[in-house]
Nanobody, 122 residues
Framework: DVQLVESGGGSVQAGGSLRLSCAVS???????MGWFRQAPGQEREGLAV????????TYADSVKGRFIITRDKGKDLVYLQMNGLQPEDTGMYYC?????????????????WGQGTQVTVS
């Protein structure tokens, strides 16, 4: 079974940075990895997606130029580097995996999810 475990969340002041990590296990073919955010009272939104097979990335407009999704192939880790954090970036952050070459930004297209890690920006 696929297992995804996020880490790296925390509290940070506006303008600060955090790096989230997603450890992937149980799936060893090519896949799409997405980072998603759910703020209190809001729907889950896609932030960044990465096609593992070719390192193609796509970003939501709200994070473009501030967030970067990367992969450490040797460690089966996917990162989300977040710079210039603002209070509106506060929320629960999730990584999710899709067994497809098409890296959809829509949460409902991803069947496998981690438990989430909280990010609070003040």
């Amino acid at each position: 079974d696929v297992q995804l475990v996020e880490s790296g969340g925390g509290s940070v002041q506006a303008g600060g940075s955090l790096r989230l990590s997603c450890a992937v296990s149980g799936y060893y073919s090519r896949y799409c990895m997405g980072w998603f955010r759910q703020a209190p009272g809001q729907e889950r939104e896609g932030l960044a997606v990465l096609w593992i097979g070719g390192a193609t990335t796509t970003y939501a407009d709200s994070v473009k130029g501030r967030f970067i999704i990367t992969r450490d192939k040797g460690k089966d880790l996917v990162y989300l580097q977040m710079n210039g954090l603002q209070p509106e970036d506060t929320g629960m952050y999730y990584c999710a995996l899709r067994r497809s070459q098409y890296c959809s930004p829509e949460p409902h297209d991803y069947p496998d999810w981690g438990q989430g890690t909280q990010v609070t920006v003040s």
